[in-house]
């Protein structure tokens, strides 16, 4: 294989972790229905997917990314389908996945493409998902989120974007986010909801300015979310996610897990089990 004329993202050890608990449960999620001797067609969306290959910034080895492994997950899935907005990635993954009838990939906002596919997943044409939203930041609709959670076909993993919120838009003082971070930040929630959450009245008075408000910790913001992906996206079964954490044990994003199943969220919460750290 010819090298890339570009540099594979550069990922720390969180994202190799949560790499092996994603391919840990596509194989566990292909094995449960193979067992069932189904009838059922399973399909791997990857919303984000990059080249399919990254370089692990300390070691500076090359980590296969997630299609990747999916691709080599047995019993395999029945379709694939990789999409990312830059080029020089879609086109790597391309030469990846050369040879494949069942594999579609797209170069585009992943938003409209997936508002198109998720409503094919249906339960009566007897086809199901694992869908994989893992976006760079607040790059993701939550319109997607809810109709693959409405869908009652299609079980996904949520990369939770907490750094990006703090260091865009959920501030100490909040009037500080610009517009377009802020136009962002209700697109991915869904509403301007998030706004009461992320902010408390402080028992501190400002004797000329009146209450200050004070920011809310990071797990309150991702408990909220939790609820949200409950209650209004129709996942029936979101346990509590995983905390990602770089090497100075901040925490870089959440990563959550959605089904309708009972017996996805006990296979998911063995997984997370085996690989919490705190």
């Not at 997950?73 to 391309?94: A, R």
């Amino acid at each position: 294989m010819t090298e890339p004329s570009f540099r594979f993202d550069e990922i720390g050890a969180w994202s190799v972790l949560k790499l092996n608990i994603i391919e840990k449960y596509g194989t566990a999620y292909t094995k449960a229905f193979n067992r069932r001797g189904s009838i059922l067609k399973k399909y791997y969306i990857d919303g984000f997917s990059g080249a399919g290959v990254h370089v692990e910034k300390h070691t500076r080895e090359q980590v296969e990314g997630s299609p990747t492994r999916a691709l080599n997950i047995v019993p395999p899935f029945d379709g694939f389908y990789f999409i990312d907005m830059n080029k020089d990635k879609t086109d790597h993954l391309s030469t990846l996945c050369a040879g494949r009838t069942n594999v579609e990939i797209h170069n585009g906002d992943t938003n409209p493409y997936l508002r198109k596919l998720l409503p094919e997943i249906k339960y009566s044409d007897y086809k199901r998902a694992l869908c994989i939203l893992d976006p760079y930041g607040l790059h993701l609709d939550w319109e997607v989120i809810e109709l693959a959670g409405q869908s009652g076909t299609i079980d996904m993993f949520l990369n939770f974007p907490i750094m990006d919120m703090n260091r865009n838009v959920i501030w100490q003082e909040p009037d500080k986010a610009s517009a377009v971070d802020l136009v962002r930040m209700n697109r991915f929630w869904g509403d301007e909801t998030w706004r009461d959450i992320a902010y408390v009245e402080s028992k501190q008075k400002n004797l000329f300015f009146g209450p200050a408000m004070e920011k809310q910790s990071n797990d309150v913001i991702a408990d909220a979310f939790r609820e949200r992906l409950r209650k209004i996206a129709g996942f029936k079964y979101v346990p509590p996610p995983l905390p990602m954490r770089n090497s100075k044990k901040a925490i870089v994003y959440y990563l959550f897990f959605g089904s309708r199943k009972p017996v996805a969220e006990e296979i998911i919460k063995g997984i997370f089990k085996t690989t919490w750290r705190k």
